[in-house]
């Protein structure tokens, strides 16, 4: 049997989240196998799949930070916000400076409403607003609150400006090209995306799928638990009432990984009226 855990996948280019998750179910062997966000075709980088057990930890990760290289085209808009796109319009840049590209793109550091692209998976009255866009639809989705850690302006070779972001779950690098260029009068979209972290997990664990086709190897779903949540290791008799789904007179700050003495990942909890609660136990 497969064991559960964590697979970090550097996905290439042009091919689907849901192809990478078709080819670690064949490696794995097991049909259970999810990702933890989705990346475009035309994006790379850091794809975290959960296999087993694991990926009921998903979930829970999504929710997590992530970072991000990108490189946007000022002057050009695009129905999808990125390249992959038909060309809506274009403009001349010619007076746009890069104090103004560094001024505007400063303007989007910190907790800010984002209008999602409309080429999303979000849901519009029971259908993903990328299908409806398809049919020739056209679709507004409503401004949601995301938060910007950090936009580092790397390299500005106008009309292309390299930047990285760290950011909140949910924020659409796209939306920030799309911005920016609407912001600078211009217009603009997104030329190349690679995901550099998901949480804690980096580039720097990320294998390719060529990688994982000589030797498939998974990250324990405990070393992964470890990893991405503060963890509290337990008694014995905690750890049988864990096993029970109890809740705990544990103090923890937020979702916590709790540990059986022998090292073995029992669950999830969250404080809650001064005791800890499971959220997810992945015992029984």
Do not use: W
């Not at 319009?89 to 400063?106: G, H, I, N, P």
């Not at 409403?113 to 049919?135: C, F, H, L, M």
């Not at 909140?168 to 799309?178: D, E, W």
């Not at 049988?240 to 700050?253: F, K």
């Amino acid at each position: 049997m497969t064991a559960s855990g964590l697979v970090v996948v550097d996905k290439p280019a042009g091919i689907t989240s849901h192809d990478v998750v078709s080819r670690v179910r064949r490696l794995a062997g097991t049909r259970k196998v999810g990702h933890a966000g989705t990346l475009d075709p035309m994006a790379t980088g850091v794809l975290v799949l959960g296999v087993e057990r694991a990926t009921r930890l998903l979930g829970h990760l999504l929710m997590t930070d992530k970072s991000y290289e990108a490189t946007i085209r000022l002057g050009v808009t695009t129905v999808t916000d990125d390249a992959e796109g038909d060309v809506m319009e274009t403009r001349d840049t010619s007076d746009v400076t890069e104090a103004a590209v560094r001024e505007a793109l400063a303007r989007f550091v910190g907790d800010i409403e984002q209008v999602p692209t409309a080429v999303s998976a979000i849901k519009v009255d029971g259908k993903r607003a990328y299908q409806r866009v398809r049919a020739g639809e056209d679709v507004e989705l409503t401004a949601r609150p995301v938060t910007i850690h950090e936009l580092v302006v790397t390299r500005v070779a106008l009309p292309e400006v390299d930047v990285t972001v760290r950011c909140s779950s949910g924020t659409y690098i796209r939306a920030i090209a799309r911005d920016v260029g609407e912001a600078l009068g211009v217009g603009g979209h997104l030329t190349a995306l690679r995901r550099t972290a998901v949480g804690p997990y980096g580039l720097d664990v990320a294998q390719t799928l060529d990688q994982l086709g000589e030797e498939f190897s998974v990250l324990p779903i405990a070393d992964a638990a470890r990893s991405a949540f503060p963890a509290v290791d337990l008694d014995d008799s905690q750890a049988q009432a864990v096993r029970y789904g109890r809740p705990l007179a544990l103090p923890i700050d937020g979702l916590t990984a709790v540990f059986a003495p022998d090292g073995e990942f029992l669950a999830l909890y969250r404080p809650e009226g001064g005791n800890a609660r499971p959220a997810a136990v992945f015992v029984g």
